[in-house]
Every structure is written in C-alpha cells, then in structure tokens.
C-alpha cells in the first residue's frame, strides 16, 4: 500500500507539473496573440488615419480626382469631383461603381454635350479612349462648361482620372478668336473700301500722263501715280497680314531697280521737306 500511495503521489506530481507547463505556454501564446492582435490594430489604425490624411489632402485641391481599379470600378472619388461632373445624379457615383455605368449615367442624364445626339457612340467612343488614354482631351459639359480630362494607368493597372473646369479659358480663347476674326475682316473690309477710289486716282493719273504736259507736269503725274502705287501696295500688305493669320500667306521673290525705288520714296516726302527748308 505505501508503495502505491507512493507511486500514486508521484503520478500527482507529475501531472501538477505538467498542468503547469501548459497554463504556462497558454499564458505565453495568449500574451503572444493579444501583443500580435494590437499590433494589428494599431497598425489598422496607422493606416485609417494615414488614408484619412491622404483623403483630406486630395480633398483641397481644386480639381477633380477620382481612382479606378484594375477592374475599372470606382475606387476613390473626392467631393470636388463628384459635384463638378456629376451635379444632381451624385448618388449614381458611389464606390464600386463601374467606370461604363457612371459615365453612361452621366451622358444619360444630359450632362454631356457630345453625347447628347448619340448616347451609345459616345460611350463606345469614351470607353476607347479611357482604355486607351493618349493624352489630355477637352470635353464640353453642360452650360457651356468645358473640362480639361486626363487620364493615367498606374503599374498596377488602376486608372487616376482628374479633371480640371478650363471654362474660363475656353471661353477667352473663343473671344479672342472672335475678335482675331472681326479685326481680320475689318481690315478686309476697309482695304476693299479704299481700294475703290485708289483705283479712281491710278486710272485718272495714267489718263493724265497721256495729255501734254511740261516736264514739270509729268514729274508731277509720276509722283501722284507713284504714290498711288506704293498705297496699293500697303493696302494689298495689310491684306497679307489677314493672309498671315489665317496661314495663306504666300511670299513671291522679285527682281527690285534700288535706284528707281529711292528716287520715288524720296518724290513722295520732297514737297513737305521743301516746305521746311529742307533739299532733297
């Protein structure tokens, strides 16, 4: 009986040891997994508040960003974005939503101009281009709003789109324009309008070269069809520079008599420098 009370009491030990070896490796796997669990959140944390930033920091700027993924669904689209290009149908644009069926929510909704004759081509035609971006592309929206698009492929396939609102722009360009255009038509206008009566004073001058006239006369005669000429060939210059800005300008090389060109710039000044004393 002592020998199995013994054994007995060994066995206990035993075991109380054993129990405690393994509360002792539970005590150390559950402290392992509660450090590795706050690790966990903490880093979650890190990485909300890091996103957090980020989204505040894409939030100020001022032109419209939105991030597709891979699979061409909406990944991230800031409020500037949303109210610039999708005004009234903003729900439509949420998170996950395909690239198709957010710009097809768009065109359906009025809100391009291009598509507002053919819906479907412009689609087709949007989502080639978004495929295959090429470069920045202007795009009319409505109101008379034009955007500046652009669009990038990152390494991982996602696709950054950002728009910028170039109305201003746009619409000092077609101004200037406007304006380039009345000033070139003026100048077309008004040379015609003087051409008419130069042509009176070039076909009387010739009538008069054919009478008798004294030397003194006939210097005279060539000095006013001089003059003439040399108004008709400001006044076809002035035409050019219309040429000029429309880019039809044609330039023509052509023999010159030096002499004969400074002897009539000189008959034209010659009476006013005469009047001040001055010979020519």
Known sequence: IGRVVSAFNAMQKRQSANEAQLKEASDVQEQRVEERTAGLVKAEA?????????????????????????????????????????PGIEDDVASHAPFENVIRKAAEAGLIADAVDDVETWIAE????????????????????WFRLEERRTDDGAMVVTYTDITELQRARE???????????????????????LNGIIGMSTLLQGTRLDPEQKDFCDTI????????????????????????????????????????????????????????
């Open 175 to 197: 101004a200037a324009e406007a304006a380039n255009e009345a000033k070139s038509a003026f100048l077309a206008t008004m040379s015609h309008e003087i051409r008419t009566p």
């Open 225 to 280: 069809e001089a003059a003439a000429d040399t108004l008709l060939t400001i006044i076809n210059d002035i035409l050019d520079f219309s040429k000029v800005e429309a880019g039809a300008l044609e330039l023509e090389a052509e023999a010159m008599d030096l002499v004969e060109t400074v002897e009539a710039s000189v008959d034209l000044v010659a009476s006013r420098a005469g009047e001040k004393g001055i010979e020519l």
């Open 46 to 86: 890190e990485a909300q508040e890091a996103r957090a930033k980020l989204t505040d920091a894409i939030e100020s700027i001022s032109e419209g960003f939105a991030l597709y993924d891979p699979d061409d669904r909406l990944v991230l689209a800031i409020s500037t974005y949303v109210k610039m290009m999708y």
């Open 126 to 145: 949007r989502l080639e281009e978004h495929q295959n971006p090429t470069g920045p592309q202007l795009q009319k929206r409505l109101n008379d709003q």
